[in-house]
């Protein structure tokens, strides 16, 4: 019998959290790896899995969807694969209609059927919307970004990410503003020192590399990398800022962020500050109470159902 684990990032170090014992681990597999081995075990490709009767793959990443369609062509059984991320899944009823295609054709039937899409798609108006594998992620984090990027037409500034890891929020940024400067800071070795990170967390965050982190952003000429520990990074840097996605689970670098981005926000621009909602990232959210009180005021924000709990900060 065989335990096999789907994904070499968070979703794999909450497993280790819940108690699950690295022992049981046969490899982890990723499409992408970023290294041979991962927590010490065997990394392999989706294409290497052997699995038999008695084996459970058991699947970390978001990409639920994808990952089952991958599975289905490997031959997996359903019965084999248990997904801990399928929450942002929106169910079409129709997939078994199968007599809809028949009747209605294939060219009507694809306008017809229902879109993952709630928000209406911006491709007449703006080319560069993301693509419904990259909403599956998490649809109201990457709908309302999409939203966002659509108001900031006029709002001159960079835009920058702190908290970068793999780079797909990022991608999506440089995806939705391919003229925009796109600023990307990251140590791409995880968390500081003296942050509490659980060993698995900081093991599944130094899982990550610029080069790699480079070679999926659709317009990498906008993007400038400025790696190491924030606010160091920052090397005296002055710029202003349309957008700002502050990701860095923590309390101290999230305080930093604010400290260093929300006086350089054009009017009109925003902050998502993720993992505000986070019950397992507190410090986030108290690090915008520290800061509201080094302001002398509260910041107008409208909080997002996302999975973590966005706040987005408006200037
Ligand atoms: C949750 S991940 C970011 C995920 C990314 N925004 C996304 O949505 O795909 C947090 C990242 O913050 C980075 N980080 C945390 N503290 C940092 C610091 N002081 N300086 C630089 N990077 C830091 C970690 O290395 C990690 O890659």
Not at 265 to 293: C, F, I
Request: aromatic letters at 8%; hydrophobic letters at 40%; proline letters at 6%.
């Amino acid at each position: 019998m065989g335990i096999y684990v789907w994904g070499t990032g968070c979703g794999a170090s909450e497993l280790l959290e819940q108690g699950f014992d690295l022992e049981r681990v046969e490899a982890f597999v990723d499409s992408f790896p970023m290294g041979d081995t991962f927590l010490e075990k065997p990394v392999i490709l989706p294409q290497q899995l052997d699995i038999s009767d008695g084996d459970l793959l058991i699947i970390t990443a978001r990409h639920a969807d994808a990952i089952a369609d991958r599975c289905c062509q490997l031959g997996i059984p359903a019965e084999r694969c248990l997904f801990l991320k399928n929450n942002t899944i929106l169910l079409d009823r129709n997939e078994a209609c199968s007599a809809a295609k028949e009747i209605l054709g294939e060219d009507l039937l694809k306008k017809l059927i229902p879109k993952q899409r709630m928000v209406p798609t911006p491709a007449q108006l703006n080319p560069h919307s993301l693509p419904e594998k990259d909403l599956s992620n998490d649809y109201v984090r990457l709908a309302t970004l999409e939203l966002l990027c659509r108001r900031l037409a006029e709002v001159p500034g960079a835009a920058a990410e702190l908290g970068v890891y793999r780079g797909f929020f990022a991608r999506c940024i440089n995806q939705l503003m391919p003229n925009r400067k796109l600023y990307l800071f990251d140590s791409f070795e995880g968390f500081a020192e003296n942050t509490c990170a659980a060993d698995s967390f900081q093991a599944a965050h130094r899982n990550t590399a610029i080069d790699k982190v480079l070679a999926i952003m659709p317009y990498p000429a906008s993007i400038t990398v400025k790696p190491g520990f924030f606010p160091e990074s920052l090397e005296g840097l002055e710029e202003r800022f349309c957008l700002v996605s502050l990701d860095v689970d923590f309390y101290q670098t999230t305080l930093d962020g604010l400290r260093y981005f929300w006086p350089r926000l054009e009017e009109g621009g925003y902050l998502m500050l993720h993992d505000w909602g986070s019950p397992k990232l507190p410090g986030v959210a108290e690090a915008l109470v520290a800061y509201e009180v080094e302001l002398g005021c509260k910041i107008p924000a409208m909080p997002l159902c996302d999975v973590g709990g966005t706040l987005v900060l408006c200037k």
